[in-house]
């Protein structure tokens, strides 16, 4: 084992004999580019809402659940999908949160969540762990699309003004610690 | 033949009265009044429900308020009970929304429960929202009892 390696780091150290430096600069170039649009396709692949629901655990929960809330059917037909709310947009914390998702694929594998009954069971636990995510970046995905800026509180029924003007406002509270429950169903709130 | 006889003749007589179109027309389906089995009638627009907030008149001492905002998509199941996010007498101070009466801590017995009493739990088997603009879609000739002790006053 240590031969091979060290055979390796002696041909990865010693000067190209065959290929121009030209060939390896731009070919470097080349692959690099090519290699980087192919990373970022598939990463971007698994953002869509085909791939979410590739999965009964997905498709048969929470994509039904969806469905009928404001933020799938609406009357302007704007909608979010999946990634919209579960994933950061910027490229760093995407990255960090695809890395967390990895334990999603052995929860597929081991099928954590591969019946209702399952799913039900740990649903509790799984919504909490969204929620402290999102009180930890004052509801970030909310604030991607819904902007504070831009409310109009006498647009707002009295009720939503009036919370929106005061908690909000003074950023005592974040749009989750109000809106749980408003796209997917809640878990069993008795549970402690 | 033999079969047919053992069929009584007035179910074969009731079986031809309800293929008849004639009859159809007449007939009258109780879930969609004013309409024939056969026709197809159209359904009116759906109307969102109010949502001002205004404390409605109650009718009658012991009727359940109704509801003054929309609940549309509320979970209102074993797992979660978006109504008592609000209502609940420990959320009330928060939310400034009426905290349930003392009659939903009570079970069939009149004891006095520490939560919700289970034949309480389900918010919309009494109250219900309304909807803009439509008249009620039941004719009723109810009175208040109001109106009914002031009529006979001026008498």
Same mark, same amino acid.
């Given at each position: 084992m240590r031969d091979f390696l060290r %055979? +390796?780091? %002696?041909?990865?150290?010693?000067?190209?004999? +065959? +290929?121009?430096?030209?060939?390896?600069?731009?070919?470097?170039?080349?692959?690099?580019?090519?290699?980087?649009?192919?990373?970022?396709?598939?990463?971007?692949?698994?953002?869509? #809402?085909?791939?979410?629901?590739?999965?009964? #655990?997905? %498709?048969?929960?929470? +994509?039904? #659940?969806?469905?009928?809330?404001?933020?799938?059917?609406? %009357?302007?037909?704007?909608?979010?999908?999946?990634?919209?709310?579960h994933v950061p947009k910027d490229w760093?914390?995407?990255?960090?949160r695809k890395m967390q998702a990895s334990k999603e694929v052995w929860g597929w594998i081991f099928g954590t969540i591969?019946?209702?009954?399952?799913?039900?069971?740990?649903r509790r636990e799984l919504a909490e762990r969204e929620w402290v995510r999102m009180r930890a970046n004052d509801s970030l995905e909310c604030r991607n699309c819904h902007e504070f800026g831009s409310m109009d509180f006498t647009r707002q029924s009295k009720r939503a003004a009036e919370a929106h003007s005061t908690s909000l406002q003074s950023g005592e509270k974040t749009c989750i610690d109000c809106h749980k429950g408003i796209a997917h169903r809640l878990p069993d709130m008795a549970k402690q | 033949m033999k079969c047919l006889a053992t069929i009584p003749k007035g179910f074969v007589f009731l079986s031809l009265l309800l293929l008849t179109p004639a009859f159809a027309q007449q007939a009258h389906d109780p879930l969609r009044p004013g309409a024939g089995f056969a026709e197809d009638p159209k359904t009116a627009p759906l109307v969102n429900a109010e949502n001002d907030d205004k404390k409605r008149v109650r009718s009658y001492a012991m009727q359940p308020p109704t509801i003054p905002h929309k609940t549309d998509n509320y979970q209102l199941d074993r797992f979660a009970n978006r109504c008592m996010m609000c209502h609940a007498r420990t959320r009330a101070p928060e939310t400034q929304a009426t905290p349930i009466s003392i009659t939903h801590y009570m079970d069939r017995d009149g004891n006095f429960l520490a939560d919700v009493s289970p034949r309480r739990y389900f918010c919309d088997q009494c109250h219900v929202v309304q909807m803009e603009g439509q008249p009620p879609p039941v004719r009723s000739t109810f009175r208040d009892v109001d109106e009914i002790i002031r009529g006979k006053a001026r008498k």
């Open positions: %055979r +390796y780091w %002696r041909t990865l150290t010693r000067p190209s004999a +065959y +290929y121009s430096l030209g060939f390896l600069t731009i070919g470097g170039f080349v692959a690099g580019v090519l290699s980087w649009g192919a990373f970022n396709t598939a990463m971007e692949f698994t953002n869509t #809402e085909q791939f979410c629901i590739a999965c009964h #655990e997905m %498709r048969d929960n929470v +994509y039904q #659940e969806i469905q009928p809330t404001i933020h799938f059917t609406n %009357r302007s037909g704007v909608r979010a999908k999946c990634s919209d709310c760093t914390h995407k990255m960090a591969s019946t209702r009954e399952k799913f039900l069971a740990k | -």
